[in-house]
């Protein structure tokens, strides 16, 4: 009977020793996120595993096709590296320029993002992927439709935060943000890109929403843009076809739906934890240009569940930083650009993984920072840097660098001291003179009696202390 009871208390122990290890772990999290610069190491830790995760995978997925094209097997790897060390100098250089004046350049950048979308539909531009979406300079390609994306969501961050305070009226929610939206997606259309049309519509959907945006004009703007997205996906038939393979349509297993169906064949291949970082067989021309669109499926294939779980989690905590940036700030514009951008990347990630896994039909979006492309990485890592900066302007985060001085992170980058953000003075009308304060006592019975106005420019003298112009008197107040 005693060996029972001491049996029980030791597990009852136990229990309360685990329970209390479990509450010590959920304690010390909670204080680590309190911690003011806890964003800004997020997104420091995210950026640098997307990073690390992005070249080993396009080097896996990329071999063989790099063989076949190249005559090497890391042609195309050297190529992605090259770009993401561009991507580097740019994420520094967004992560130190203050937040003041990318909002003063927000303007310029989206207008010559714009000239850029028209100049690449002049034989300036050049094809690739079925598009004429690229300029060109020997190896070296520039997709405007991606940095495009970035401006569209200062700038119009910019106007709404500016206009915040008649967002109630629909037509100031609308105009200018939602025709300059529309001239860009018809510009992006004419290439044609229907994927990166849809990422335009992300990024302008999530300005709107976090903007303040009345639900019912939420809704009518999702379905004009949803159904924009279907007539155009009609009008082409090769777009048409993948959207008739995606509902259903069993004799295209060889023409329409052969990627996505090899794609589900590798994600089956992985199992739960793959067949080992490059022994995947898909990337050995089973699924073309597999480093691109579709390198989830690779990651699926040698990492297993296991490993796209963790990209995945990846991807959720961009996320959820990213909205904590945009909640821990206080000025209007950093909220907009936080949250607009994170839901711009996030969105993007789980359209791709939502394409490969068979729940969507395919769009050919890349995944950001795992696939394989200049422009798209390059673009994706300026964002990064745009974050990381708006998250050490928090104004918790602001106090405690400003009080340190500075930290280890901040010595090692050679950062500056961080401002107080102050939006940009907008331009004041000229204040005219106000009208002259009305009077009592006998300044008002002097001018019902014809007398002289008061001098302008002179020192206006109480009249309940003024006896008409007389000394002051010391004693009571004359009638």
């Known amino acids: 009977m005693s060996t029972t009871t001491t049996g029980g208390r030791a597990k009852s122990t136990r229990s309360i020793d685990r329970l209390s290890g479990f509450a010590l772990l959920r304690s010390l999290w909670s204080a680590w996120l309190t911690r003011p610069l806890t964003s800004f190491h997020l997104v420091l830790a995210v950026f640098g595993l997307l990073t ?76 690739g992927g079925g598009a004429q979406s690229w300029f060109r300079l020997g190896p070296v390609g520039f997709q405007p439709v991606e940095a495009a994306k970035v401006a569209f969501g200062l700038w119009g961050a910019h106007v709404l935060a500016t206009k915040r305070a008649m967002l109630s009226q629909w037509r100031h929610v609308l105009v200018p943000v939602v025709p300059v939206a529309l001239v860009m997606f018809a510009l992006v259309m004419l290439q044609p890109d229907l994927g990166s049309t849809v990422t335009l519509g992300i990024v302008l959907m999530g300005l709107l929403w976090f903007a303040g945006a009345s639900m019912r004009l939420f809704a009518i703007l999702v379905l004009a843009f949803v159904s924009g997205a279907i007539v155009l996906a009609l009008t082409a038939g090769y777009r048409l076809a993948r959207i008739t393979s995606f509902l259903g349509d069993g004799d295209d297993h060889l023409d329409a739906g052969y990627q996505a169906r090899q794609a589900l064949y590798a994600l089956a291949d992985g199992g739960l934890f793959g067949q080992g970082l490059g022994q995947g067989s898909t990337k050995w021309s089973y699924l073309p240009m597999v480093h691109n669109d579709f390198i989830f499926a690779v990651v699926g294939e040698e990492l297993g569940f296991v490993g796209a779980v963790l990209l995945l989690c990846l991807f959720g905590t961009l996320g959820y930083v990213g909205l904590r940036i945009a909640a821990r700030n206080t000025d209007p514009w950093m909220r907009l650009v936080a949250s607009s951008l994170t839901v711009w990347l996030v969105g993007q990630a789980a359209i791709n993984v939502g394409y490969v896994v068979g729940l969507l039909p395919v769009t050919g979006l890349p995944l950001p920072m795992i696939s394989s492309g200049g422009s798209a990485t390059v673009t994706t890592m300026v964002v990064f840097g745009i974050l990381a900066n708006l998250a050490r302007h928090e104004p918790e985060a602001v106090a405690a660098l400003r009080a340190q001085r500075s930290t280890r992170v901040s010595r090692w980058l050679r950062l500056p001291l961080p401002d107080p953000y102050r939006p940009p003075a907008g331009r004041r009308r000229p204040v005219g003179p106000s009208a002259p304060p009305r009077r009592t006592g006998q300044n008002t019975a002097a001018r019902r009696g014809g007398g002289a106005p008061a001098t302008a420019g002179r020192r206006r003298v109480n009249p309940a202390r003024n006896t008409g112009g007389g000394p002051r008197q010391r004693g009571r107040r004359s009638p």
């Open 52 to 127: 690390a995760f992005g070249l080993v995978m396009v080097l896996s997925a990329s071999a063989q096709d790099s063989i076949q094209t190249y005559g090497s097997p890391y042609r195309i790897f050297l190529s992605q590296l090259g770009y993401v060390a561009v991507g580097l100098v740019l994420f520094y250089l967004a992560l130190r320029t203050p937040p003041r004046l990318i909002r003063q350049v927000s303007l310029p950048l989206l207008v010559m993002c714009v000239v850029l979308l028209v100049l690449v539909l002049t034989p300036l531009g050049s094809t």
